[in-house]
């Protein structure tokens, strides 16, 4: 057909090219005219042609041919080896047994898919595409922004450092010269009184010359000199100057203002969702928002008796399980504040930590016996026995495995591993440069792990929240916040996270509790009267649950509205 004039043209025989397509053929996809179809049926008899009206072109299925047996045609599919098969494939054994489709039902069930995958990838996956790429787009344009006005506030902050090192100087510079000018009047004053004794000098020498002119006895006699005073020197005054110590260049930067490094993050749970006009499960599960109070309140006080209080993890919302300075660890009634149960460790030693499962079961590291337990069923298992390695810090992840916070037998190394029941299956030691990511030796050191997947450890050595993600790549080090309630370091113990992906962790030095997003940026404290803090836990419902080792006490806090 003439391009130029196809929107007035019919379709024409693909054979003579001249009449009205009346006949299509299925099996060779040729149009025809009804005075063709002989023709066509006999130009390759080694086929068997499908010829039915161009109406109804494409409805005759065509069956693929063997790949065994040349010129048959395949009218089953074999489930078993996935692949069709012809009579002749079927009369021999191979196929023997194995689940046979009829190739027809295959190829409905297939256009269904397909259908359905095609509905799916225009109603859903595209618009979701899209949606993402406009986000995108929009989050870059508020990059921009944003970037934009940290560089301003940076060049404020600058602006105003400026006009405060001008005033320092000129108040150094003036202090300078009034030294110079009190230093200045007193050396006057000491060479006023000089020169007034050079003057005296003076005198009695022209004195002395004139008495020595005479002869005159008596005069002579009643002469008398100062020269034991003038022998007598004056003091020397030696000024000194006043000293400039100038402030560590170096410091500077730290004193300015530092930045806390930005990161993206990506995580299934906390990723995109398809786009949906039903809610999805995963958006049915994401916590409500909630706000931090501007007051923490103390809910209530659980007396445990016991001394020398440290971790504390929840069995539930009504429970809550503690251990201290022995091999005792005690489980107690959060609204009672009685004591429900009482368990010793297997070889006697102070458990080092303690996590509670998905499944509600009681873990427990044993530094010294290089062993992590379970308890089921009130009885206590070994689950994990190292070589060269002592267990500290445990927790119960999302997905049942446990990550263990380690030191080895030297003190000279620390890691993170993940074991799934007794198998190791990740080991997170040092960042991509090759550094050691936690401090080595010996201290109390925490492990979380936060709704997006992130692995918090509060490393008391290092004075510093170690946070890598699922990968165990590092995404930040938290060390400290200006003006904290005591002013003094960070020394961080007890770790864990909320509903809303805040990390919290103890500062055992300032007494309180530090609350910082999932990116490491500080939010504020919790400081309601708190004595020597050490082991936190959140519940269900984010009730803070904070040990204090002196007064054996557990405090049960509300911070989130």
């Excluded at 944003?146 to 150094?172: F, M, N, P």
Aim: proline share 3%; net charge neutral.
């Amino acid at each position: 057909m003439d391009p130029r004039t196809s929107a007035q043209d019919v379709m024409r025989c693909d054979l003579c090219e001249t009449a009205v397509v009346q006949m299509h053929c299925d099996t060779c996809l040729v149009n025809l005219c009804r005075a063709c179809v002989g023709e066509h049926m006999v130009s390759d008899e080694s086929k068997k042609h499908e010829v039915v009206r161009f109406t109804l072109r494409k409805s005759t299925p065509l069956y693929p041919g063997c790949k065994i047996h040349d010129k048959q045609q395949c009218t089953m599919y074999c489930n078993q080896c996935d692949i069709p098969v012809c009579d002749t494939c079927l009369a021999s054994d191979q196929h023997l047994g194995h689940k046979l489709l009829k190739i027809l039902q295959v190829l409905n069930e297939k256009k269904e898919k397909i259908i359905k995958e095609n509905i799916e990838l225009n109603q859903i996956i595209y618009p979701t595409y899209q949606d993402i790429a406009s986000d995108v787009q929009n989050r870059m344009s508020q990059l921009e922004k944003e970037y934009g006005d940290l560089s301003t506030a940076i060049t404020q902050h600058g602006e105003s450092w400026h006009r405060e090192i001008d005033k320092i100087v000129q108040k150094l510079k003036a202090e300078v010269d009034e030294m110079k000018n009190s230093q200045l009047q007193t050396l006057q004053k000491h060479l006023d009184e000089i020169k007034k004794r050079i003057s005296e000098i003076k005198n009695e020498i022209s004195s002395f010359e004139v008495d020595v002119d005479y002869n005159d006895i008596s005069k002579l006699l009643r002469v008398t000199s100062n020269i034991d005073r003038h022998r007598k020197l004056p003091e020397k005054i030696v000024h000194s100057l006043p000293t400039f110590s100038q402030g560590r260049i170096q410091k500077l930067c730290k004193i300015f203002g530092t930045l806390i490094s930005s990161s993206f993050s990506t995580s299934e749970k906390t990723g995109y969702s398809m786009k949906t006009t039903q809610q999805s499960p995963e958006a049915g599960s994401s916590p409500p928002v909630k706000q931090l109070l501007d007051e923490p309140e103390i809910v209530s006080t659980i007396d445990t008796g016991f001394g020398y209080l440290y971790n504390v993890v929840c069995q539930n919302d009504e429970e809550i399980w503690t251990t201290r300075h022995n091999s005792t660890m005690k489980l107690f009634s959060i609204s009672q504040g009685s004591l429900l149960k009482s368990i010793t460790t297997k070889s006697e030693n102070m458990p080092d930590d303690i996590t509670v499962t998905i499944s509600g079961d009681l873990v427990y590291t044993d530094y010294w016996d290089k062993t992590v337990n379970i308890m089921r069923k009130e009885k206590i298992e070994e689950v994990i026995r190292l070589q060269n390695w002592r267990p500290s810090g445990v927790c119960s992840t999302s997905s049942g495995d446990l990550l263990v916070i380690m030191e080895s037998d030297d003190n000279k190394q620390t890691k993170v591993v993940r074991y799934s029941g007794s198998t190791e299956k990740q080991t997170i030691q040092f960042n991509e440069q090759g550094y050691t990511l936690y401090s080595a030796g010996t201290c109390y050191r925490n492990i979380t792990e936060n709704r997006n997947l992130d692995i918090c450890v509060s490393d008391n050595r290092a004075k510093a929240v170690v946070v890598v993600n699922q990968a165990g790549k590092l995404r930040f080090r938290y060390y400290e916040h200006a003006h904290t309630p005591k002013n003094k370091r960070l020394s961080p113990l007890g770790i864990t996270t909320d509903s809303q992906s805040h990390i919290l962790t103890v500062d055992s030095n300032n007494d309180c509790v530090h609350i910082i997003d999932q990116d490491g940026q500080f939010l504020r404290y919790i400081d309601c009267g708190l004595s020597r803090p050490w082991g936190l836990c959140t519940d269900t419902n984010d009730n803070l649950f904070v040990s204090q080792n002196y007064l054996n006490q557990v405090k049960k806090i509300k911070y989130l509205q």
